[in-house]
């Protein structure tokens, strides 16, 4: 039998007559090893692939449903009769080359103070200048309150402050 093959990418751009056994020699000797070598690459990307998920999945993001936590964060607004207030405040380390440089800015931060006056956490809310973020955190979390009272009972609530480096 013989076939017409009209391909210019394979054949140099021309119609060649071929039979069937040069047609089973071609696959034979070229698509063959290339159907091969992609299958190959194809299974490489699959196991790569599955690595980097199985990499990805980190078993300390779950949390176990079973156990609740007994001291969960309270809303970033809460009703209070009494609110905080501060009894030691520690100032934060201004960053030496900071101030050789003259570099200026304030940290506004958001601290947790919990059922006994002490931050429990400290976070970010909006910074001037990241290299002033690290001594807020470290001072803030030194800072000791009175507690916020509702009902005659002391609860735990957000408190947020501004720090100034100049």
Not at 49 to 77: E, G, H, I, K, Q
């Amino acid at each position: 039998m013989v076939t017409k093959l009209r391909n210019g990418s394979l054949f140099g751009g021309k119609s060649i007559l071929v039979d069937s056994p040069t047609l089973f020699r071609y696959y034979c000797l070229v698509l063959s090893p290339i159907g091969a070598i992609i299958t190959a690459l194809n299974n490489i990307f699959i196991l790569i692939s599955c690595a980097l998920l199985l990499c990805a999945c980190d078993s300390t993001r779950y949390v176990d449903v079973t156990a609740p936590d007994s001291n969960p964060d309270p809303p970033d607004f809460i009703a209070v009769d009494q609110q905080p207030v501060v009894l030691v405040v520690v100032q934060p380390d201004y960053p030496e080359y900071a101030r050789l440089a003259g570099i200026t800015g304030t940290v506004w931060v958001k601290m947790l103070v919990d059922t006994t006056g002490s931050v429990r956490k400290a976070a970010i809310m909006k910074s001037d200048n990241a290299i002033f973020n690290e001594p807020s955190l470290t001072a803030t979390l030194q800072w000791k309150f009175t507690p916020a009272m509702l009902h005659d009972a002391p609860i735990a609530c957000w408190v947020s402050t501004a720090l100034r480096f100049n």
